[in-house]
């Protein structure tokens, strides 16, 4: 059993980051283009294909930029907050949505994931703890201090990313 975390990308140019089990492949923001997203998996050895779910944390560019062709490609949910989606056009051929909320688990394969809110200058910014196989790691993008309410939600975590 493992749980395997991998940054592919973090910053103004593009967020994105894979976990996965051996049973669940998951993508947290698709803020790189198709083309980049798949090149950066490729180069970490991943497969390119055979995710189960896509999880938005807000509607900034540099989180959603590869969200479109991804998602007709995979053909997987989007798990996003309601009003992050409202703020988003979409394309049709997207229809596949989740819609969860801040503080409220809901469980993709065997991951457990968990929306916590942030405070961000976007519509109904979250970060996620994604807990499997007794492993907690937390993912917490565009922060610019660490509010008491994120070290709650982190705490107990094996893993970390900021």
């Avoid at 803020?31 to 189960?52: K, M, P, Q, S, Y």
Wanted: some cysteine; glycine content about 8%; hydrophobic content about 45%.
């Amino acid at each position: 059993m493992s749980l395997r975390v991998c940054v592919l990308g973090s910053g103004s140019k593009g967020n994105a980051t894979l976990v996965a089990t051996e049973k669940t492949r998951l993508l947290l923001d698709a803020g790189l283009n198709r083309r980049e997203t798949l090149a950066r998996l490729a180069a970490v050895g991943e497969r390119l294909d055979g995710f189960d779910a896509i999880l938005v944390s807000h509607e900034h560019v540099d989180h959603v930029n590869g969200l479109r062709l991804l998602g007709i490609e995979w053909k997987v949910p989007i798990h996003i907050s309601s009003l992050t989606h409202q703020a988003i056009s979409w394309d049709p051929r997207l229809c596949t949505f989740e819609f969860f909320t801040a503080g409220q688990k809901f469980v993709v394969g065997d991951i457990e994931v968990t929306p916590f809110s942030i405070p961000h200058d976007a519509v109904d910014p979250v970060a996620f703890t994604l807990e499997s196989q007794g492993i907690k790691i937390g993912v917490v993008t565009d922060l610019g201090y660490v509010h008491e309410v994120v070290k709650q939600r982190v705490k107990g975590c094996q893993c970390l990313i900021f």
